[in-house]
Nanobody, 114 residues
Framework: QVQLVESGGGLVQPGGSLRLSCVVS????????MGWYRQPPGKDREWVAS???????MYAAAVKGRFTVSRDNAKNTVSLQMVSLKPEDTAVYYC????????RGQGTQVTVSS
């Protein structure tokens, strides 16, 4: 069983930064694609970013240039560095592990507001 636990969410002003982290237990992340979804209030879940087993990264258009996804295989963690945050980035952020199946964490709330 793979378990993912996110941390690092909170309240930040527009233009601010946050770093989300996700710790994975139960399996090593080396062969997996790791990434992040988010679900804004009242909206559907949307994909944000991913990092493949060889380190290739991909981003949704809405966050490209502002968010950076990274992985540390030795620590079994994946992170999401977010800068220049906007109110529309407000959402619950979920990390995911995808190999033979997909597992997701419980999420961490990010609120961007003045």
């Amino acid at each position: 069983q793979v378990q993912l636990v996110e941390s690092g969410g909170g309240l930040v002003q527009p233009g601010g930064s946050l770093r989300l982290s996700c710790v994975v237990s139960g399996r090593g992340i080396n062969p997996a694609t790791m990434g992040w979804y988010r679900q804004p209030p009242g909206k559907d879940r949307e994909w944000v970013a991913s990092t493949g087993p060889h380190g290739r990264t991909m981003y949704a258009a809405a966050v490209k240039g502002r968010f950076t996804v990274s992985r540390d295989n030795a620590k079994n963690t994946v992170s999401l560095q977010m800068v220049s945050l906007k109110p529309e980035d407000t959402a619950v952020y979920y990390c995911y592990y995808r190999f033979d199946t997909e597992y997701r964490g419980q999420g961490t709330q990010v609120t961007v507001s003045s």
